[in-house]
C-alpha cells in the first residue's frame, strides 16, 4: 500500500481538533504519498491549511440544536464531496460526524470507511427525557450507518466499544482498540515540579461545558479557598456560545471576579502551562474518549485528579498516577486536590508512573501506527 497513490478523505468535527489532536497521522498519510483532503467547517478557509500539502473542503456548520435541516444540508453536503472527490478510502472522527457520514456512505454503497467513535459524549450519558427519546430513534439508525461490508470503527476505551457491542449497533470482528490520538513526547517533556514560595497552581483545562465538571471545579475551588488551602485554581478553556451545555461567560467571569478561580481563557503554551502547574484536575463525567489533556498532564509528569468514567480511567490508575474521584462531586474533589497538595512525596511518584504509561501505552507513534494498520487491513 506504501508505494500507490491514494485520494484520502479526512472528515472531522471541527479544524481546531485537526491540528490539536491529528497532525501527527495527517503527516504519516502525506508520507505514504497518500493526498490528503481534511473535510471540516471552514476548512477551505484555513490559512495554515493553505501553507501544507493539504487540500481544505468545507462543510456546513451543524451546531447543536436538533434542528433537521443543518443534518439533512450536512448530508448532502458530505454526499456532493464524497461523489465529486471519490476517495479511495474516508476517515470520519468524532460520533456525530461518523453517524451522519455513515448513512450517507451507506447509502451510497461506499467503502472502505473507518470512523473513530473519539467518545460517546451525551448519547448514552444523558438521563433526561429528551435524549432517552433521541436513543430510541437514533440507536436503529446507527446499526445502519455503521453497517455493511468495509467498515472499521475504532473505539478509544473498552467501555465504548462494549456498550456499543451490547446495543447492537457495530460487530465486535468490525471494531478496533486504539486508545486516544496519543501525545508527541517530545512537544510534552517530562519535568519535576519545582516548589516555589508562590502559592501553586491547580489546573483545570477544557472547554467550559457542563459535562466537563467545571461547576465542580469551581465549587470544589470555592470549599477549599474558604477552608483557608492557599492555591491558585487556574481555568484554560473557551466558553461555546452556541452550545446549550457551555457555561456562559457571566457563569465563568463571576467566580473569576470573586477570586475563585483564575479564567485565562484558550492558552496556546499548553506545555508550559502544565509545567508550571502542581496537578491537573478534570473532574468530566462526559462521554469521554480518552482525554488528550490527561495525557498531556502525565506525559509532563503531572498528577491527575479525573472522575472514574469511561475513557478518564483509561487515562487513569487511582493511587498510581493520579486519584480517580466521584462524578459530580465537588466535596470529594476537594478532598483529592487537599491530598495531593498536602503530600508532594505521592505527587512525584504519580508524575514518573503517569510518564512511564504514556511512554508505554499513548505515544504518538503507537497510535498513528496502530491506525495505519487498520487502513491497510480495510484496503486489503
Known sequence: MANKSLKFLMVLNDMAWFWSHRLPLAHAIEKRGWTLNVVAHRAHKDEKLKDSNFKGI??????????????????????DIIHREKPDIIHVITIRYAFYTGLVTRLMGYKPVTFTVAGLGSLYTDPGVKMKVMRKIVLPLMRFAFGGKGKRIIFQNPDDRQKMIDTQ????????????????????????????????????????????????????????????????????????????????????????????????????????????????????????????????????????ITCDVPGCREAVEHEANGLLVLPQCPTDLAQAIEKLISDPQKRDAYGKVGRKRVEEDFHVDHVVEQTMAVYDDLLS
Open 58 to 79: 468545507g462543510l456546513p456548520p451543524l451546531g447543536r440544536s436538533l434542528n433537521p435541516i443543518p443534518q439533512i444540508q450536512l448530508m448532502l453536503a458530505i454526499y
Open 169 to 304: 449497533i457495530v460487530k465486535f470482528e468490525n471494531t478496533a482498540l486504539i486508545r486516544g490520538s496519543g501525545v508527541d513526547l517530545t512537544e510534552f517533556p517530562f519535568s519535576v515540579y519545582e516548589e516555589t514560595k508562590e502559592e501553586p497552581i491547580i489546573l483545570f483545562t477544557s472547554r467550559l461545558l457542563l459535562e466537563k465538571g467545571i461547576t465542580d471545579f469551581i465549587e470544589a475551588a470555592r470549599l477549599l479557598k474558604n477552608k483557608g488551602v492557599k492555591a491558585r485554581f487556574v481555568v484554560a478553556g473557551n466558553i461555546y456560545p452556541d452550545n446549550a451545555r457551555s457555561l456562559t461567560k457571566k457563569q465563568i467571569v463571576t467566580p473569576h471576579d470573586e477570586g475563585i478561580i483564575e479564567w485565562m481563557g484558550q492558552v496556546e503554551d499548553m506545555p508550559a502551562l502544565l509545567k508550571s502547574s502542581m496537578m491537573v484536575v478534570l473532574p468530566s463525567y462526559y462521554g469521554e474518549g480518552v482525554p488528550k489533556v490527561l495525557l498531556e498532564a502525565a506525559a509532563v509528569g503531572r498528577p491527575i
